[in-house]
T-cell receptor, first 116, second 114 residues
């Protein structure tokens, strides 16, 4: 079974702090994604990466950055946390299927971040 | 940009009954994928079912089936013989054949009554 893990289930930080959210997958997937989930808005893509050291902006990249130094690990960074970044953050990974693009995404358990 | 709409924020069903969750999407593409994901309370999001747009046959997975109407851009999920464990948020999602990223609807919260 694919396993996607996230470093914390719950996190409380203060405004202005630098926050790191870590995601690790164990299935050698090429693609990794960071989403935030808010009630009534579904999941919105922050960033994704299709290879080591590669990244692409999603729909809401402002206030976030990412790092992918190793294939299995994809980090989301909040440079200076703000209260409007209080949310559930979901990481996902997917394999690259030759000829048909990225396949089904597999999700981590999520990190509920509260910024005070 | 593609959008996915789930018009039912909440639905409820009696145990053992059938329920249908609605999803519509907007796209100008002809080749794409559609997904239903389930997110149980405080648990990991998992794939329920997927459909490839070039396939006319509706996908089925045990008690879960879809009604894919490509011309109408509709992709509803039918859950038969509902069980208490089906209670969850259900998200409809769209992915273009050419892109890595996925578009999600706002979700439908399904309650199953015993």
């Amino acid at each position: 079974d694919v396993k996607v893990t996230q470093s914390s289930r719950y996190l409380v930080k203060r405004t202005g702090e630098k926050v790191f959210l870590e995601c690790v997958q164990d299935m050698d997937h090429e693609n990794m994604f960071w989403y935030r989930q808010d009630p009534g808005l579904g999941l919105r893509l922050i960033y994704f990466s299709y290879d080591v050291k590669m990244k692409e902006k999603g729909d809401i990249p402002e206030g976030y950055s990412v790092s992918r130094e190793k294939k299995e690990r994809f980090s989301l960074i909040l440079e200076s946390a703000s209260t409007n970044q209080t949310s559930m953050y979901l990481c996902a990974s997917s394999p690259w299927t030759s000829g048909r693009g990225a396949d089904t995404q597999y999700f981590g358990p999520g990190t509920r971040l509260t910024v005070l | 940009a593609q959008t996915v709409t789930q018009s039912q924020p909440e639905m409820s069903v009696q145990e053992a009954e059938t329920v249908t969750l609605s999803c519509t999407y907007d796209t100008s593409e002809s080749d794409y994928y559609l997904f239903w994901y389930k997110q149980p309370p405080s648990r990991q999001m998992i794939l329920v079912i997927r459909q490839e747009a070039y396939k006319q046959q509706n996908a089925t997975e045990n008690r879960f089936s879809v009604n894919f109407q490509k011309a109408a851009k509709s992709f509803s999920l039918k859950i038969s013989d509902s069980q208490l464990g089906d209670a969850a948020m259900y998200f409809c999602a769209y992915r273009s054949h050419n892109n890595n990223d996925m578009r999600f609807g706002a979700g439908t919260r399904l309650t199953v009554k015993p």
